[in-house]
C-alpha cells in the first residue's frame, strides 16, 4: 500500500482499473474503432504527401532513377512509423496481457504489467512535446 501510494505521488499509478470499471466494452470498442479509422486516415494523407515529395525529388532524373528513389523514400519512413506504432502497440497489450496472467497472486508481474500500461501515455505525452518543439 504504502509503494502504491509513493508511486502515484511520483504520477506512476495505472489507469487500468479506472479503463475497465469506467467504460464497457462496447464503449471501448467503438472509441478503438474510431481512433483506428482516424489513424488510417492521417496516414494515407502522409503517405501521399511521401509520395508527391519523393517524386519531386527525382524530377530531373531518368524515369527508372524515379522509380528507385520515390520506392526508397517511400519504404523507409513507412517501415520506420509502423516499427515504432508496433513496438508502442506491443507495450500495451504486452502489459494488459501480464496483468490478465498475473491476477492477484503474483504482485510483481501484476506491477511490471502496469508500469508497462501506465509507461505508453508517458511515452506518447514525450513525444508529442517533442513534436511540438
Known sequence: MRLEKSLRAFGMHSTYEEYYIVTSK???LITEKA???SAILTDFL???EIVII???IGSEHSFSIQIITATF???LPTVGVYGIVILLACIDDFGFRIIEIAKDTKLLLK???KVLV???PKIIKILIFRNLR
Do not use: D, P, Q, T
Open 73 to 75: 523514400i517511400v519504404f
Open 54 to 56: 519523393a517524386l519531386g
Open 35 to 37: 481512433k483506428i479509422r
Open 111 to 113: 506491477y511490471i504489467g
Open 26 to 28: 462496447k464503449e471501448i
Open 118 to 120: 501506465s509507461a505508453l
Open 46 to 48: 502522409l503517405s501521399i
